[in-house]
């Protein structure tokens, strides 16, 4: 049940009508968002249910012992068997065939065979997502961040909360079970401004995303040797529009969706490709689980408390973990060593005595733009590709011009344009529109959003792409 | 100093929202009606959506007769031609 669908429409209306009627019997109505949550993610594998109650129950568990406030033995091994566990199940539904894999390359090079089989388990959905929330979690109770809840129901409810269950944002523990101790008030909330941000998610998936990645990211990627030099270096930038429209259309569904229902979610997008550098990019791109990483992992190995050198290493870890978090693959990993490498030159670039006599500069602040831009979509090309030898293939196509003309269609370039335009625009103006709307009352409100849907349903084509974050 | 201006009862009632998320559903199921009732046809193998399946059909009946379904079909033509996208 995937947002822009008519089945998670049908199920939207029927979970705010729910949602809202129970609002004044706060815990009755916190059973029944756990209900629909089951029920959405039931609606891919229900065998799956049990996993994502298993994850909340260790969570509450182990999120009991390890509260600050108790003074109990072992806190920390606790702590760690949480985690292990969290990461252990991870582990075995998302990486232990690639293990495997590696695990007997290596054996067959040193001339011996293993006696290993692969397990080919099926990977739950949204099991990246549903682990950091858990981790999120016991992890915020030891460190005394918060208080663990006496209530295995809000528990639950946090790691299993449909809104971001499937691609995030990533909601951390302190920010969302607060929400829960009372009810939420509709006044806190802009209809008119999370209307806009759901409206604006669909057309950024279903207009933007859909179209380029159906009528050429797709094709090129698939066979780059058809594809003359331009069309796959085009390719590469609109695979960098494409990936934006389609992930940040979904965190801004999720937000628009949560907020209607009277929860807050964090930002989790802020114009990436504006970024002057690739730590600013960071900042922008998935700041959820950037800001995630940095306070998990990042920061637990030392940060940049331990010179240079140290903070080299801990930025490469980091960056190798996000790198394979996205998936099993070497591409993956190469991924998330480019982005490690370009941090570690970024992060001394900027304190170097240069940065500050030349590096702040209208011409540098370009060149740093342009820099940036251009690492970004080159890295994309390892995100995308199924493989290393699809990604020499393509990078071979590049190299050597096979002669063909270019098939680009020509509704790219003004997509293309579109993508611009989303890193442009002031970002206050929707707020700023949804406050008019909340204000001019519900038919104008109605009829905008009529006539946006509207809108966006004549320009969606019939083909669409899955989400791009659904398999992570 | 002003006071501040109390927010309009339709941007803090639920129930505002709920009518105009509601009209909004509504007037674009009645502008594409065909969407809705291919997803009900798809899933009435076992008959149980016949009711809700015969209400879409009374829609699609209504808005094809008043030419709003055509209006939404003309427009997605003209737009797939526009952007050379045949198959949509």
């Not at chain 1, 997502?129 to 915020?140: E, G, P, W």
């Not at chain 1, 490498?341 to 500069?361: I, K, N, P, Q, T």
């Not at chain 1, 994309?380 to 269609?409: C, H, I, K, Y």
């Not at chain 1, 997509?415 to 709307?437: D, E, F």
């Amino acid at each position: 049940m995937l947002f822009p669908t008519i089945d998670f429409g049908l199920f939207f209306a029927f979970s705010f009508i729910l949602v809202w009627g129970l609002n004044p019997y706060n815990t009755v109505k916190k059973y029944v968002l756990l209900g629909l949550s089951l029920a959405f993610y039931a609606s891919w594998n229900w065998r799956f249910m049990l996993l994502l109650l298993a994850s909340g129950a260790i969570s509450y568990l182990v999120g009991l012992y390890v509260d600050a406030a108790a003074q109990r033995p072992f806190r920390r091994v606790a702590l760690g068997v949480g985690v292990a566990l969290d990461l252990g199940i991870l582990a075995y539904f998302k990486y232990l065939d690639f293990f495997i894999a590696q695990a007997l390359n290596l054996a067959h090079m040193l001339g011996f065979d293993l006696p290993l089989g692969f397990v080919n388990v099926t990977l739950p959905v949204a099991i990246s997502f549903l682990t950091f929330h858990a981790i999120s979690y016991v992890v915020d109770v030891y460190r005394g961040r918060l208080a663990a809840s006496r209530s295995p129901l809000d528990v639950v409810l946090y790691v299993s909360f449909f809104p971001h269950l499937v691609a995030g944002p990533i909601v951390r523990a302190h920010v969302f079970l607060p929400q829960l101790a009372t009810p939420p008030r509709a006044g806190d909330f802009s209809f008119g401004e999370n209307m806009l941000l759901i409206l604006g998610g669909l057309f950024k998936k279903m207009v933007i995303a859909n179209y380029l990645a159906v009528r050429f990211v797709d094709p090129v990627f698939t066979d780059p040797s058809q594809f003359s030099r331009f069309d796959l270096i085009m390719a590469v930038y609109a695979y960098a529009v494409q990936i934006y429209a389609d992930f940040s259309a979904y965190t801004d569904i999720a937000i628009g969706v949560a907020a209607l229902l009277g929860y807050h979610f964090p930002q989790n997008f802020n114009q990436p490709y504006r970024a002057l550098g690739i730590g600013d990019f960071w900042r922008r791109w998935h700041m959820t689980l950037s800001s995630w990483l940095r306070d998990y992992l990042y920061i637990p190995l030392g940060g940049n408390r331990h010179g240079a050198l140290a903070t080299a290493r801990n930025l490469m870890i980091t960056m190798l973990l996000g790198g394979l978090w996205h998936g099993a693959n070497w591409t993956f990993l190469i991924w998330g060593a480019m982005h490690g490498c370009a941090l570690v030159l970024d992060h001394a670039w900027r304190r170097s005595a240069a940065f500050a006599r030349w590096g702040e500069g209208p011409v540098a602040r370009v060149v740093d733009w342009a820099l940036t831009f251009n690492f970004v979509c080159l890295t994309w090309l390892f995100f995308r590709a199924p493989s290393l030898e699809a990604v020499g293939q393509f990078l071979g196509g590049v190299w050597t011009d096979n002669g063909a003309a270019s098939t680009m269609p020509a509704v790219v370039l003004p997509l293309i344009a579109c993508g611009a335009l989303t890193q442009i625009a002031p970002s206050r103006a929707r707020a700023a529109i949804g406050v008019v709307l909340d204000n001019r009352g519900a038919f104008a409100s109605a009829a905008v959003g009529f006539v946006l849907l509207y809108a966006i349903v004549v320009m969606a084509p019939s083909a669409a792409a899955p989400f791009i974050y659904f398999q992570f | 100093m002003a006071e501040p201006r109390a927010k309009p009862p339709s941007s803090t009632s639920p129930w505002a929202w709920l009518r105009i998320l509601y009209a909004v559903l509504a007037l674009t199921v009645f502008a594409f009606p065909g969407g809705m009732v291919d997803w009900l046809d798809e899933r009435n193998a076992s008959g149980w959506l016949t009711a809700p399946l015969a209400v879409a059909r009374g829609i699609d009946a209504a808005s094809a007769a008043v030419g709003v379904k055509g209006v939404g079909q003309q427009l997605r033509g003209w737009f797939a031609a526009a952007i050379g996208d045949g198959d949509t």
